[in-house]
C-alpha cells in the first residue's frame, strides 16, 4: 500500500492561468474523490467517480473546474482561468467498492494552490 | 440536510489528561458518522465510524466517540492525551444517497507537556 498519490506537492499561479493536478490513488481502489479545504474550514466535497465514471459534482465546481478519471486509474483535476478564490488545499482520497460511508477514505498529503 | 457542528475550535489539554473534542449532527435520517484526524503534512485519516450499530464507537490510538441521539451529539474522547495526539480533528456525517462526506470545521487540539 503506497498509499494516495497528490502532484505537485504545491502549485503557484498567477490569476488566469490553468492548472493542473493529479492524483494517483491506492491501486485496488475503485471510488477516488476530490475535495478542497481552505484554511479554517473543512475539505470539502467537489466531484467523485466509481472507476472512470463521475458521478457526482458539487455545486462548488464551476465550468471552469473539470476533472477526469480516463482509465479509472488516475485522475485529473483542471482549473481553467484561475481566480484568487480558488487558492486553497485540493484534497484527492480513493476508496473501495462499497464507498465512503462504509470504505474508510485514504486522502493523499494535498496540492496547495496559491493563486496570485 | 445534514450538517456537523464542531463546538471548540481550539483544545488545549496537558499530556496524561482526558480528551474531549465535542460535535454535534443534524440528520434527518439514521446518520453515519465519522471522525478523521489530520496530522501535520499528513493526510486525513479515519479514526473511527459509527454506522447505526454499537453506540459507543472504538477506534484507533485510544479514542472513542459515543453517538447519543437524544444529544445529537458524537463527541469524541480519550482516556490520557499523549503528544503524538496533537493534530486537527474533523467531525462528519455521510450524505443520504449519495457518497459525498460532509466535513466539520475542525478542532485543533493542542497537547503540552
Known amino acids: 500500500d503506497t498509499g494516495v498519490s497528490q502532484n505537485p506537492r504545491h502549485k503557484i499561479t498567477k490569476r488566469g492561468q490553468n492548472v493542473t493536478f493529479r492524483c494517483d490513488p491506492i491501486?485496488?481502489?475503485?471510488?477516488l474523490y476530490w475535495y478542497r479545504q481552505t484554511l479554517g474550514q473543512g475539505p470539502e466535497f467537489l466531484t467523485y467517480f466509481q472507476n472512470e465514471a463521475q458521478l457526482e459534482k458539487s455545486r462548488l465546481l464551476s465550468d471552469r473546474f473539470s476533472a477526469e478519471r480516463p482509465k479509472g486509474s488516475f485522475s485529473t483535476l483542471e482549473i481553467q482561468r484561475t481566480e484568487q478564490g480558488d487558492s486553497a488545499m485540493y484534497l484527492c482520497a480513493s476508496s473501495s467498492g462499497q464507498g465512503a460511508r462504509n470504505s474508510p477514505l485514504h486522502f493523499g498529503n494535498g496540492t496547495r494552490l496559491t493563486v496570485t | 440536510a445534514q450538517s456537523v457542528t464542531q463546538l471548540d475550535s481550539h483544545v488545549s489539554v496537558s499530556e496524561g489528561t482526558p480528551v474531549l473534542l465535542r460535535c454535534n449532527y443534524s440528520s434527518s435520517y439514521s446518520p453515519s458518522l465519522f471522525w478523521y484526524v489530520q496530522h501535520p503534512n499528513k493526510g486525513l485519516q479515519l479514526l473511527l465510524k459509527y454506522t447505526s450499530a454499537a453506540t459507543l464507537v472504538k477506534g484507533i490510538n485510544g479514542f472513542e466517540a459515543e453517538f447519543k441521539k437524544s444529544e445529537t451529539s458524537f463527541h469524541l474522547t480519550k482516556p490520557s492525551a499523549h503528544m503524538s495526539d496533537a493534530a486537527e480533528y474533523f467531525c462528519?456525517?455521510?450524505?443520504?444517497?449519495?457518497?459525498?462526506?460532509?466535513f466539520g470545521t475542525g478542532t485543533r487540539l493542542q497537547v503540552f507537556p
Open positions: 462528519v456525517v455521510s450524505a443520504l444517497n449519495t457518497d459525498k462526506l460532509i
Open positions: 491501486s485496488e481502489h475503485n471510488r
